[in-house]
């Protein structure tokens, strides 16, 4: 007989939902439907897939079309049925005493034009509106539950980390070397998939690049790009060969028991440039300062010019957090249950902190034509600051 895990606790699953039910009643949404597979886990505890009605007064029902004995082993819900087309969600909320919403709550950011055209015609009578902006500010604030299982995520990063100078060599090509880390992230519970929320977005584990191959830009929404394999995915590691006195990047997503953690890390075999060493040095002089100015409160937009001053007054407008005209306008961003979550330390941002927010925080330097250097560590909100979650040595490892 297979046996599945219940992973939540009871009272952790009781508190999110309650959270979100008072979120509901203040936004005077009768209740919200949740398709989306991440959401999906973090109210119900399982991601089969189905329909989760969560009321803004009452108890949640979800409805799996597959699988159901696996969702109902999973979710610590007490309501959970099998249910087989989504035509039949009204009569089946009926059933259990759920009023026809007038106003229904979905996933507007993410779900399909397709989606949002069949709940029209599903809910006749009801209006849709966009729940998504009260789901990812509450996702954004971590319990002390959550921010436990990002702290063992963050432990196995730093674990690949310290890894990175027993299998890196001269001549591997960086598809290569990617493969031999990422064999061993595997063995410590990476679950192998990330999941991003932005449409259309892909990420397989991280990034993996050296020299002026970490340079190059791609479409995907990073400081670094890098060739890939082929044209198809064009980001990532690719067939650059690895070679001594050139900056060697592992900016990797660790993914444990659903919780990401972001950790960037430069190694190098030989020594580096003193150009790209004191971009470093900046890089990391930044990082303190944030960790002492990030407190609750602070609005995340005001973090993001203090940072982009810093790095002017220290010779790298034009280089920070990317090269040309299409850097990206980001330097950190909310890490949880997918890469970007809430809060984003971005141009024209006004949300503030809150305690309990985990961020990857990001100051990377690009030079054409010579490589990448600068760090990125998953951070924890505090009352005193940003706390690091990924310990291991924020400086170059030269080998």
Request: aromatic letters at 8%; hydrophobic letters at 40%.
């Amino acid at each position: 007989m297979t046996r599945y895990h219940r992973s939540m606790p009871e009272a952790e699953q009781q508190a999110r939902i309650s959270a979100f039910q008072t979120r509901l009643e203040n936004s005077r949404v009768d209740g919200a439907l949740i398709l989306q597979k991440a959401d999906m886990f973090y109210y119900s505890g399982t991601a089969q897939q189905g329909w989760l009605y969560i009321p803004a007064v009452g108890r949640p029902l979800l409805m799996v079309f597959k699988d159901f004995d696996r969702a109902r082993a999973e979710s610590g819900l007490d309501r959970v049925i099998s249910l087989v087309s989504p035509k039949d969600i009204p009569a089946t909320l009926d059933g259990f005493g759920c009023k026809a919403p007038k106003i229904l709550g979905l996933e507007l950011d993410v779900i399909s034009a397709n989606h949002y055209l069949l709940f029209q015609k599903i809910f006749p009578g009801s209006t849709l509106m966009d729940i998504s902006l009260e789901i990812r500010l509450q996702r954004a604030v971590k319990s002390g539950y959550e921010i436990g299982l990002m702290r063992e995520s963050a432990r196995m990063a730093d674990k690949v980390a310290a890894k990175v100078p027993e299998l890196l060599r001269e001549g591997l090509t960086e598809i290569e070397f990617a493969g031999l880390l990422e064999a061993y992230a595997r063995s410590l519970g990476h679950q192998g998939l990330i999941r991003m929320r932005m449409w259309d977005s892909d990420l397989f584990y991280g990034h993996i690049m050296v020299g002026p191959g970490a340079a190059v830009p791609s479409s995907f929404a990073s400081p670094t790009g890098g060739m890939g394999v082929n044209p198809s995915i064009a980001q990532g590691p690719g067939f650059n060969i690895i070679r001594r006195n050139e900056s060697v990047l592992v900016d990797y997503v660790f993914v444990l028991n659903g919780y990401t953690s972001d950790h960037t890390r430069i190694f190098c075999m030989g020594r580096l440039p003193d150009d790209l060493l004191r971009a470093h040095d900046a890089m990391l002089e930044i990082q303190a300062r944030v960790k002492q100015e990030a407190l609750p409160g602070n609005i995340t937009g005001d973090i993001y010019r203090m940072m982009m001053a810093e790095a002017e007054a220290r010779g790298y407008k034009d280089t920070f957090m990317g090269a040309g005209d299409r850097r990206i306008r980001f330097t950190g961003h909310g890490i949880g249950l997918e890469l970007d979550e809430f809060p984003f330390i971005a141009q024209g941002q006004t949300l503030a902190l809150e305690k309990g927010m985990v961020i990857a925080l990001e100051p990377k330097v690009v030079m054409p034509g010579k490589g990448v250097v600068g760090i990125e560590n998953t951070l924890l909100v505090t009352d005193q600051g940003l706390e690091s979650l990924t310990v291991y040595d924020d400086g170059i490892t030269l080998l």
